[in-house]
């Protein structure tokens, strides 16, 4: 099960400094978990994301390996580009989430606040979810 997507580009490694053991690389989602037990069975479609916050940092590993399917299948039909596009030379290199506001499991809406960054800049949005068939979808940036 170490079927770990490698980065696109070579010569970054396994994300920062923060793996503790080889045979576990941590999330680039930077949430301190393991990638098994974070984005990785959301990317593998095992499981479903319960949560809006959980479905955006799936979605922002998505774009750091440059997981275009997974973007696609995450992103709401009435605001999905088509094709997903995704620029290989864009080094994602953190993400921080600022606020929550609903997304739980409960919720049928939410937003989520965040701070992504690359090398040569960064990415602030306030994104808004919306469940749908009881998944989440990420609907649009709230600005
Ligand atoms: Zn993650």
């Keep these: 099960m170490w079927a ?3 980065p696109i580009r070579g ?4 994300h ?5 053991d080889l045979h576990c690389p941590m999330c680039p989602c930077d949430s301190l978990l393991p990638y098994d037990a974070c984005c990785g069975p959301l990317l593998s479609t095992d499981r479903l994301a319960t949560t809006a916050q959980e479905l ?3 979605r ?9 399917e997974h973007l696609w299948r995450t992103w709401h039909p009435k605001t999905r580009p088509n094709p ?8 994602w290199t953190g ?6 506001v609903d997304g739980g499991p409960d919720d049928e809406t939410g937003v989520v606040e965040f701070t992504a960054t690359h090398k040569g800049g960064l990415v602030h949005e306030r994104s808004t979810f919306a469940r749908r068939a009881g998944r989440w979808f990420y609907l649009s940036d709230e600005g």
């Design 56 to 58: 955006m940092r799936s």
């Design 84 to 91: 997903v596009t995704v620029d290989p030379e864009t080094e």
């Design 60 to 68: 922002y590993t998505a774009y750091f390996y440059g997981n275009r």
């Design 16 to 20: 920062t400094g923060q793996m503790t």
């Design 95 to 100: 993400l921080t989430v600022h606020e929550t």
């Design 11 to 14: 010569g970054r490694g396994v």
């Design 4 to 6: 770990v997507p490698r």
